[in-house]
């Protein structure tokens, strides 16, 4: 029984491409059959016709899920805000790729004055790979690091955990209680590389800082489950509690 920390709604229940359809009630589904605690649903801007008004109302009627408004960052940042909190949302998720914007070049100032403002959670895309001529000249973890400093007292999500960098993204968030690392992507991605052993020392060493997200529809899920419990073998309960579920309500509930 987990909370998954990156469900995926749409708004016209597609995705993209690759992946055409992304049925709500596919999702449902998924909770019910796998007894979820709940999920947050995160909203990416440009996919799936994604609308703060009509993605919260598409949502908002079932309480164990946990609505992420998706920031457009090339609109008008304090209209965006204050939109998202009219409606209600109390979390919000920074996707810089989706809006075809590079992490060092978002207005850190400005972002963390709203996000400060608001009190909002924050969900921080970290897979920063691209292709060669479009990748970064320095490393975006500084540029990331830049924004968190600007940051108050906000409970903060690093999506993916850093993918491939997992490792370094955990010891870079060991000291503040604030800070939590996703693994959605990351738990799937490298299956066979050396980055299955870092993930089994963060289950039996990082229990109070990560959370277990599926990035659903990009994953079958019960794959993602199977990919759970093979992390969960031989770890405490306890420690199991807060990673499955624990973490995730202190963020979101």
């Not at 969900?123 to 990748?135: A, G, Q, R, V």
């Not at 906000?154 to 800070?179: D, P, T």
């Not at 963060?202 to 419990?229: A, H, Q």
Request: aromatic share 14%.
């Amino acid at each position: 029984m987990i909370f998954d920390t990156n469900f995926h709604v749409t708004v016209n229940d597609k995705w993209d491409n690759k992946i055409k359809k992304n049925s709500f009630k596919k999702i449902l589904y998924l909770h019910k059959e796998n007894k979820l605690k709940g999920f947050s649903a995160v909203g990416i801007p440009r996919i799936g016709n994604y609308n703060h008004k009509l993605f919260f109302q598409k949502i908002s009627n079932y309480k164990f899920i946990h609505p992420v408004a998706g920031i457009d960052l090339n609109n008008d940042i304090e209209k965006e805000f204050n939109e998202i909190k009219k409606l209600g949302y109390r979390s919000i998720k920074i996707h810089p790729r989706s809006c075809g914007i590079s992490i060092e070049n978002l207005d850190y100032d400005k972002l963390a004055f709203f996000c400060n403002k608001n009190k909002f959670n924050i969900l921080i895309c970290t897979y920063f790979n691209k292709k060669i001529e479009n990748t970064y000249s320095e490393d975006p973890k500084l540029s990331l690091i830049k924004f968190l400093k600007k940051l108050e007292r906000n409970k903060i999500l690093l999506m993916h955990g850093g993918c491939e960098r997992v490792m370094e993204f955990a010891e870079l968030i060991r000291f503040n209680q604030n800070i939590f690392l996703d693994l959605s992507l990351t738990l799937m991605k490298y299956q066979g590389s050396s980055v299955d052993n870092d993930l089994k020392f963060l289950f039996n060493n990082f229990d109070r800082k990560i959370t277990l997200g599926s990035d659903y529809p990009e994953v079958n899920y019960p794959l993602f489950l199977k990919r759970i419990k093979f992390f969960s073998k031989n770890v405490a309960i306890n420690k199991l509690k807060n990673i499955y579920f624990k973490n995730a309500q202190s963020i979101f509930i």
